[in-house]
């Protein structure tokens, strides 16, 4: 109702929902990624992951079953040399996947020369666009669940002990904020699908981006905080200064924002957020466990960080495609 | 509304300062087969494309079943089904799969949705390859699954942009015969072509475009006649006394002009089929009528005298 007020005020009134027949393209798209191939060599790729660090981490930890209150979060924290923890490689992989699962969305009915059959049934672009999102959206939360219960599976058979209420509510939360940094990527590689027409294009651009994130960006802001806010005299407040920018700097990267979120969900003992290498799980600053309420207060900004991207990503993406002209 | 499926008024595409529709006047009637007709690049595609809501009009407007396509885009795209040139489909997909989606989008129940895409697929002659993935299809296939994507929504009318391009002659002839059924049930049909011979004979009447202007309207041989002057080419062989079999033809009613070719080839050109009337003129001159063939109009040379007038005009 809203969306029909708001376009009756804009510049053309437009007839029906703007979401006729959005759930028909979600269904095609999930049936579309469960089945692909690509799919399967993503789950096999995932599930390895999972395994291995799951079980390096349960190596680590059994010596401290019963000492410490958060057992369970550790399987999915712990590393065990040369492996890195699993949500260290989930940081990783889940713009891997995601991009993996999008890249071709549009241009693909383009070279296939389906896109124009397809709007030219009763459905606006809208609906293709936000089906298209969602169906792999659902893929990655359905795909992300599995991996998630097979890890508390895993966990409670390895270690004899059922996690706690809290345990299972923060590791439930790491898995919606993981799905939404899913959605991110998502949003990145479906917009290059609508401006690139080679899929290879599309895929080579979004690759760039996570490469960008992952390696480049904290070593720029780095820099960046030095240029900008040089220490001239040696004081105290300079280091805090430059300290603070370059951290601010480094939040602009999603990669960032994910790897902060999960650490204050995963670690309770965490109680602040500021001037740890986010890259780093381990080392951050110990004390009594924060209860679940105040971690999520710290990673509250981060949330909303990654859905105001994504949520702007998809509007450029949104925006395109309206004036794109479709002639195959 | 009145009984014009389709009206525009100077309709108007440009993209920046190329004018690729330019001020088009079109009117297609309930219940006829309208072909589009002109070289690449004439503006076909675009015009198409403006009917269907799928692209923006510059200027002017258009009125499909009555509906203003970018006003009401899901009215006039349920009514009306659509066949791109060179239709794709879902190669990892069967026939049945890639229509069910199509009937899913348009809003159709499952058990309304299989037993009318059994009866389409049964239409164009596919339902033994239903389930077969659309990968293994040959072009001509692909076409005529085109032709049951778009029935699957019971259309008022179907626009096909160019459906025979990359089909073999004998590929196209049957997908002619296919629309002439199309015809036969009411439903109205706009095909665009650049191949002006191959499709003439399946169109009620025909648009001529050049450069984006529909430069001549009509029946194929309301246009020969505007054109070259005549609307038949009849041959006819007959022995006998050539000034008298000559002279008597010219005297038919209708006839243009009277040409001895050989020794006893005749060629009229006619305003209108005058066989009956040459033949009984022949005989009246004390001639042995052996052959009587009459020429169909032939849209390429219609073209191509146009503009050839077209530029001596200049
Ligand atoms: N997006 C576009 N930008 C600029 N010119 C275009 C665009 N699309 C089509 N054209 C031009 O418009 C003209 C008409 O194209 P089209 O309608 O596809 O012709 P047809 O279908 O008759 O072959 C062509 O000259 C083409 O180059
Ligand atoms: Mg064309």
């Known amino acids: ?41 993503l789950e096999i790729l995932i599930v390895l992951t999972a395994a291995g660090t799951i079980y390096g981490a349960m190596q680590n930890i059994r010596s401290t079953i019963g000492q410490d209150r958060f057992l369970f979060l550790k399987l999915f924290t712990t590393a065990q040399e040369p492996l890195p923890a699993f949500v260290g490689f989930m940081g990783l992989l889940v713009p891997l996947i995601a991009i993996a699962l999008v890249f071709d969305t549009i241009n693909g009915e383009f070279s296939r020369r389906t896109l124009s059959r397809i709007l030219a049934q009763p459905i606006y672009r809208d609906a293709l666009l936000l089906g298209k999102f969602l169906g792999a959206l659902f893929t990655l939360a359905l795909v992300f669940t599995a991996i998630w219960l097979l890890i508390m599976g895993l966990g409670l058979w390895g270690l004899g002990v059922p996690p706690s209420s809290e345990e299972v509510a923060r590791s439930f939360l790491f898995l919606l904020v993981t799905i939404f940094y899913g959605g991110i990527w998502l949003a990145l590689a479906m917009t290059f699908s609508i401006i690139f027409r080679q899929p290879a294009t599309a895929a080579l651009a979004s690759l760039a981006v996570w490469l960008f994130f992952m390696v480049f960006w904290d070593i720029i802001a780095g820099v960046l905080a030095q240029t900008l806010m040089p220490i001239r005299f040696g004081f105290s407040e300079e280091y805090l200064k430059q300290a603070q920018l370059e951290l601010g700097l480094t939040r602009l990267s999603p990669t960032t924002l994910y790897a902060e979120a999960i650490l204050a969900l995963l670690q309770p003992s965490i109680r602040s957020l500021g001037f740890i290498l986010p890259t ?49 | 509304m009145n009984d014009w499926v389709i009206e525009t008024k100077d309709l108007t595409k440009k993209y920046g300062t190329f004018t690729a529709v330019d001020a088009l006047n079109l009117s297609v009637k309930h219940g006829e087969v309208f072909g589009l007709l002109g070289p690449n690049g004439a503006g076909k595609t675009t015009t198409i494309l403006m009917l269907l809501g799928l692209t923006e009009p510059t200027s002017g407007e258009v009125r499909v079943l009555g509906l203003d396509p970018s006003r009401q885009p899901l009215s006039v795209k349920s009514h009306v089904g659509y066949m791109p040139d060179l239709v794709g489909f879902y190669d990892e997909l069967t026939a049945e799969e890639n229509l069910i989606y199509t009937a899913k989008l348009n809003g159709l129940d499952r058990r309304d949705a299989y037993k009318r895409i059994d009866e389409v697929l049964e239409r164009v002659g596919l339902q033994d390859v239903a389930d077969h993935n659309v990968g293994t299809f040959s072009r001509g296939m692909k076409q005529r699954l085109g032709v049951a994507d778009m029935l699957l929504k019971r259309p008022q009318m179907i626009i096909m942009d160019e459906p025979t391009q990359g089909l073999d002659p004998e590929g196209a002839r049957e997908f002619l015969q296919l629309i002439r059924t199309l015809k036969e049930e009411g439903i109205t049909i706009l095909l665009s072509s650049h191949l002006l011979f191959q499709v003439q004979a399946v169109c009620d009447r025909v648009g001529l475009f050049h450069r984006g202007k529909m430069v001549l309207e009509g029946t194929v041989p309301e246009l020969g006649r505007r054109v070259l002057g005549r609307a038949y080419r009849i041959h006819i062989e007959a022995e006998g006394d050539q000034n008298a079999i ?42 042995k009528l052996l052959r009587l063939d009459v020429e169909t109009q032939n849209l390429d040379e219609i073209y191509a005298h146009y503009f050839k007038e077209v530029e001596h005009g200049n």
Do not use: C
Not at chain 1, 22 to 37: P, R
Not at chain 1, 281 to 302: C, D, E, F, R, V
């Open chain 1, 1 to 41: 109702m809203a969306i029909e007020i708001a376009q009756a005020t804009g510049k053309r009134e437009r007839e029906g929902s703007p979401w006729t027949g959005l759930w028909a393209v979600v269904a095609k798209e999930m049936a579309d990624h469960l089945t692909s191939a690509r799919m399967r060599v």
């Open chain 1, 280 to 328: 780093q799980l381990q080392g951050a600053i110990l004390g009594s466990p924060l209860p679940l309420s105040q971690s999520l207060l710290l990673i509250w900004p981060h949330l909303t960080g990654l859905l105001a991207a994504t949520l702007l990503l998809f509007a450029l993406g949104y925006t395109l495609f309206q004036r794109q002209e479709i002639r195959a």
């Open chain 2, 246 to 287: 000559r002279s008597a033809l010219q005297k038919v009613p209708g006839a243009v002009q009277v040409e001895l070719a050989d020794g006893r080839l005749y060629r009229i050109e006619a305003e209108h089929d005058l066989r009956p009337a040459a033949a009984e003129a022949v005989m009246n001159a004390g001639g």
